[in-house]
C-alpha cells in the first residue's frame, strides 16, 4: 500500500482539514499544565517529524528529551547564570540568529509582538525587572513537563539549517495532531556552553534551539497571545 493515501475512512477533505488545522492552530505557547507526556508519544511524534526533508537525505538533526530531574538541572544551572549579570555577560549566542541590524518591516514586527505579550501580562515599558524575569522563564521551558534541546553537528552549512528548519516545523505539527502544544526558544542559544556541558553535547556539535512541549494552560493570560500573519498577496508573486 502506497504510504501516502490517507487513513482508511478519511476523506481528501477531512485530511486536508485536519493538516490545516494542525498548521494553522500552532502557537507558541508560554505557560503549561503539570501534565505528563509519555515517552511512547514524544517518540511518535519525533518519528512522523524525521519524514521531513533534507538535501540528500542528510537529516542533519539531533535532539536530546528532557523532563524530570534532567530538566531541572539544565534549568538551575541556566538560571544562575541568567540571574548573575556579570556571569550572564560571559554567555554568548555562538551563531547569528537574528539580523545584526533590524530594518522595516521586521523591526516593527519583533517590537508589536513583545508588546502584545507584556501587555497581555501587564507588564509595563519601564518595568525591567518583570522582563528580565519574563524572559527568565524561557529557561523554565515556561514549566512544560518536556524540554527538547536540538544540536547540529558543526560541519554541516546553511542548507542543512534549513532542512532544520523544516524539521522543527514538522515536531511543532505532530505535537498538534497530538493535542499538545509547544514553543521554539533561540533564548537557550545564549547559554550553549552550559547546556553542553549538561547534556555531554560534544564539542563537534551545537545548539540550534530549545522547545517547550506539553499541554497549554488555558487559563494563562499569555497563551492568549495570537500574532499576526501578513496576506498571501504581501509576499506572493504569481507568474504565468
Known amino acids: 500500500m502506497d504510504d501516502r493515501t490517507p487513513p482508511e475512512g478519511l476523506s481528501a477533505d477531512q485530511l486536508r482539514a485536519a493538516v490545516d488545522f494542525a498548521i494553522s492552530s500552532r502557537r507558541s505557547i508560554r505557560a503549561f499544565l503539570p501534565r505528563p507526556v509519555p515517552q511512547e508519544e514524544i517518540a511518535s511524534m519525533l518519528a512522523v517529524a524525521s519524514r521531513a526533508p533534507s538535501g540528500t537525505n542528510t537529516q542533519p538533526w539531533k535532539v536530546h528529551v528532557l523532563t524530570g530531574e534532567a530538566k531541572a538541572r539544565l534549568t538551575a544551572a541556566i538560571l544562575a547564570a541568567y540571574e548573575d549579570p556579570a556571569v550572564a555577560a560571559t554567555h554568548a549566542d555562538e551563531w547569528d540568529y537574528y539580523p545584526c541590524e533590524w530594518a522595516s518591516p521586521y523591526v516593527e514586527r519583533r517590537r508589536?509582538?513583545?508588546?502584545?505579550?507584556?501587555?497581555?501580562?501587564?507588564?509595563?515599558?519601564?518595568?525591567?525587572?518583570?522582563?528580565h524575569a519574563q524572559h527568565g522563564r524561557n529557561y523554565r521551558f515556561f514549566d512544560a513537563p518536556v524540554g527538547l534541546v536540538f544540536t547540529i553537528d558543526r560541519i554541516m552549512r546553511q542548507g542543512s539549517f534549513l532542512d532544520y528548519g523544516m524539521f522543527l516545523q514538522s515536531v511543532m505539527v505532530a505535537a498538534r495532531a497530538r493535542g499538545l502544544d509547544t514553543c521554539p526558544q533561540a533564548a537557550f542559544m545564549q547559554f550553549h556552553r552550559i547546556i553542553a556541558e549538561q547534556l555531554s553535547i560534544p564539542p563537534g556539535e551545537m545548539v540550534v534551539c530549545g522547545m517547550s512541549l506539553g499541554y497549554a494552560d488555558p487559563t494563562r493570560a499569555e497563551n492568549g497571545l495570537h500574532t499576526d500573519r501578513e496576506p498571501v498577496g504581501a509576499f506572493t508573486t504569481f507568474h504565468g
Not at 508589536?112 to 522582563?131: C, N, Q, T
Open 112 to 131: 508589536k509582538v513583545g508588546w502584545d505579550l507584556y501587555g497581555l501580562l501587564g507588564i509595563a515599558k519601564a518595568d525591567r525587572a518583570r522582563m
